[in-house]
């Protein structure tokens, strides 16, 4: 049903200095683990839950085909009543993937002032329809699920398989997401995902949805915030940071095991799971992280870190997540990890 790494590895993943931030920690104490898999909620619940939700996406697309019925105009944001209508079945969506797998979410937004304080002009508070670029860490497959529902359903960044997918793709073409094989400029070439980012950055269309960012690039544990990618700061335009934070006693909501079964079956066995979305005060960039995109998404990744009070690591990258996963899989010995870990340190490339 599910892969864990021999012991022996798993130990030396969460001792390792870089990779242990990539590496789901220890569940709790066996008695307790055994219970839960096996006795209550135990795996029929589990299998129950996933039944569920798998029902719940497949009407979720039902009501956004009735919901977009009759329109064809996918190169340009839909009518806001449409838009509107397609928010609330997200939301209702999170709202029942949250009671499926028993998630508390806790949504806090810190950006209205205090009583008797005055709203600082250049940093509005948070409006669901603000166009502000959205960044976050990501550890959680509930990220995109719960989270970004709970922010205003913006547009994501995706892959154009995810696009082509007969379900999924339509969801993520009713969300605005961005692919970059979508976009074409003026000579036919298609365009990166940064200059697609960039576009939608900087458009005056009042219906153009918002764009939510995860710059780490892949999952870590939440134990801290991994380096930021500059893509989404290339503009040079302010951004909207999210911090995300699954708080846990025993068991961690991250998605940093390679197996998908084991992830959900995990999710399932729970008593109950704790999700925090909290959206902090816009970031405007000064002249030297304008000039700078790379200093300025470190910046970013530093203020998100520093409310979470966790290490932002410019360190780690989206290798050594692919080295944990491949230590995890059992695919290269402990020794092989090690050779490949001081290969991306020093900056070679590594076929991973």
Known sequence: MYANPHPINHQRLLHHPQLKFYTLPLPGPKWYRFFKRWIFPGPLIALARVILFLLLFVFLYIFLRLAYLGHSNWDNPPPKWRRALGRFILRSSAILTCLIFAIIPKVVDNTKPKKGQKADPERPPFDFNEHYTM??????????????????????????????????????????????????????????????????????????????????????????????????????????????????????????????????????????????????????????????????????????????????RPDLDVPHNRVQCRVWEEQITWEEALMQVEAVNSGQKVSL
């Open 135 to 312: 960044v976050a860490n990501h550890n959680s497959m509930f990220d995109g699920i719960i989270g970004s529902s709970f922010l205003g359903t913006p547009s994501v960044l995706t892959t154009r398989a995810l696009m082509d997918s007969p379900i999924l793709g339509f969801v993520l073409k009713q969300m605005r997401a961005i692919a970059s094989t979508d976009n074409r400029n003026g000579s036919g070439k298609a365009k990166s995902t940064v200059e697609a980012l960039i576009e939608r950055q900087n458009s005056t269309d009042p219906n153009e949805h918002a764009v939510m960012v995860y710059p780490e690039g892949t999952n870590s544990n939440g134990s801290c915030v991994a380096k930021f990618h500059k893509g989404a700061f290339v503009a040079g335009v302010p951004v909207r940071p999210i911090a995300q934070i699954y708080p846990y006693k025993y068991h961690c909501l991250s998605w940093c095991s390679p197996c998908f079964t084991q992830v959900i079956f995990e999710a399932g066995c729970q008593f109950f799971n704790r999700a925090e979305y909290h959206i902090l005060d816009l970031y405007i960039p000064s002249k030297e992280e304008k000039a700078n995109p790379q200093l300025y998404a470190d910046n970013v990744g530093k203020y998100i870190a520093n409310f979470m009070g966790v290490d932002y």
